[in-house]
């Protein structure tokens, strides 16, 4: 709880004008059975009536024929009776008793009033404690280092963030407008007891512990099932994101039916859980019922008890008994109040586990970096959390802007890998990646980043328009650059069949648009940025071979372009035989490098792979 109370403690002045606002609430709610006991023992049954008194009242009325008396006679007869009995005037008790009905109107309507603002400021804190720790958490996910993001479902962190908001909303609500309140009122309570009798003080003191130790007994086995439930809702989650997300090959394998399966498997392990919880809840919730009525029933026996002794008035009997109702009633709906505690303490220790997690580390004092012109691996090796073997070893390369270099080779070479380390998504293990002299660990890898494009071979598209998605790496874009970045990715072809131009909608992930159309797209996107760093990461791999000789054409066309460095990472040689250093790359080490004419005279891996691919090429053609 520690992390909702760090939350809480930036509204705290909120929090208690909304604590304040439910003591006013309770108090004034609690003034209205201390006036029905008022009025009763003033003007119902007095406390001060004496079998003399009522001796009196009955010697005026003996004798007399009340049918024989006229009004004038009749109001007299009334109003001796009642200056018999409350030694006050037919007026004055009229006034007294409208006196007292008032003041429990007017207690009554600052109560609601109170209710009403304390509602409201209950509802500012859930909502902003909500909405920051939601932010929060999304910030600080977004900020973990990618290998962080290669263990988990994406959908996992988004249920978990969403199940804290809504289980610390929920808490918040229930202390304050349940238990809050009912302490407050005990506390009024027995304040007011005490004055009257200790007796009843007593019962409202045992009344506390045994609710208390019922309910904490059982809510310790509802934290048990709620984190299990918690487990399982945040897999679903993950497991229905990926399924939604991989729709088309749901669908087009007729797959949809064993994926429902499969999710409604942990569906009903979640219902089975929520059963479970119910019982314990609604068990919890009857022996608490229970409870309060045995606790009321005893307090009723010994109110009536004090009555016969003398000790204790009618007013008061009343007074106590409504305070029973107001106060035991809310205390039944503990049961709930634990349950949210419970479902509020798991959910925060899961969003704790995510705000634990490190980050990526940044420079006190990055160094400045301004336009990249020079990019240098020296002797950087890398080796992934659950490998057993280092994915490269002891690479060593430098590029300078204008220029184009190519890394190929086999899969699992560890091409990939090399473009993460560039790009500041894994710290190398050992060496040092330096941009324009200055090592990585010293400068700021988000400022790295903004000076670098990247078309990968799995196009990232968002839903939405062209324009939108070629904002996404630069907002402030006009709409004539963004024209000029898809003129120079030869986008010609699909802004043709682009009916809206560039707010035709191409839907998520680009459903609406050709493999070769996401590339370009891709491409101009890139570009948008004017990056130093123009990197192609498997451009062409998923295309037929008419898109892939395009693409590679509008690849060249863009790495002839002096005023970036052009990194192309490559399985299909044909896309980057231009390249003015390709680097052959097999199980993380470099074994040639050279041109492309340089490196077929070697008669090495490149020459094979050459000769594979160029024999398939041969095939394909025939």
Known sequence: MNVLLSYLKEHRWIVVLALVLAAFNIGFSLLDPFITGKIVDRY??????????VADVIDKIKGVDLKALDHQQTVSLIDKVIKSMYNVS??????????????????????RIAKNFQDYYTNII????????????LRHSLELPFQKFEDQRSGETLGVLQKVRIDCEKFITSFISVLFVSLIG???VMVMSIKVNYQVTLVYLAAIPVIMIVSMALSRKIKTIQKKIVSQTTALAGSTTESLRNIELVKSLGLAKQEIERLNKTTYKILDLELK?????RSMSFIQGTTVNFVRSTMVVILLMLIFKGTLTAGNYFMFLFYSFFLFNPLQELGNVIQSWREAEVSLGNFKQIL???????????ALLGDINKLTFENVSFKHLTANRNALNHINFEVKTGETIAFVGPSGSGKTTLVKLLVGLYQPLEGNILYNGIPGKEIDLDQLRERVGFVTQDTQLFSGTIRENLLFVRPDATDEECMEALQ??????????????????????????SGGEKQRLSIARALLRRPDLLVFDEATSSLDSITEEEITETIRDVSVLKDHVTILIAHRLSTIMHADTIYVLEKGHIVESGMHEELLL????YYAMWRQQIGEKVTADY
């Open 488 to 513: 120079r990715a030869a986008c010609q072809t699909l802004l043709a069949r682009a009916p809206q131009g560039l707010s035709t909608v191409i839907g998520e992930g680009g459903v609406k648009v």
């Open 126 to 137: 859930t909502q902003k404690v909500g909405a920051k720790m939601y932010a929060d958490g």
């Open 277 to 281: 919880k119910v019982k314990y809840v």
């Open 602 to 605: 070697q008669k090495g891996l």
């Open 186 to 188: 005990m506390l009024m």
């Open 90 to 111: 037919y007026h004055q008790f009229v006034v007294g008793v409208l006196s007292l009905i008032g003041l429990a109107i007017g207690a009554a309507m600052v109560s």
């Open 44 to 53: 119902i049954v007095p406390a001060n009536l004496s079998k003399e008194k």
């Open 356 to 366: 634990s997690t490190p980050i990526e580390v940044k420079p006190e004092n990055p």
